[in-house]
């Protein structure tokens, strides 16, 4: 969170750019087994705000780490925009599917 409030700070005095602190990406773990994390929007806010999006999901067990580890149950997702190259959410739902 702080790297993503020094860009905003950074934006306002140098590009003039009046980017808010509400503007920030929403981001949150939960440290149990397996890991849970998130940041961005949800799937259902990137479908709600009709945006032109790119919603993706990988199962674990295709995942080179996570077969390396034998930890192969759950999924990870994201979702992008599709004229850029950054991420609007990655949602995590596995052993391995927090990085």
């Not at 674990?60 to 999924?75: C, L, W, Y």
């Amino acid at each position: 969170m702080s790297l993503n409030d020094h860009e905003i700070v950074a934006d306002n005095l140098l590009s003039r750019d009046r980017r808010k602190m509400s503007d920030r990406i929403p981001a949150y773990g939960l440290f149990f087994d397996p890991p849970l994390g998130r940041a961005g929007m949800t799937e259902a806010q990137v479908r709600a705000s009709r945006r032109p999006a790119l919603i993706g999901k990988r199962e674990m067990s295709r995942v080179g780490r996570a077969i390396e580890k034998g930890e192969t149950r759950g999924f990870m997702r994201s979702s992008s925009t599709p004229r850029r190259s950054s991420s609007s959410g990655r949602p995590s739902s596995a052993s391995a599917g927090t990085r």
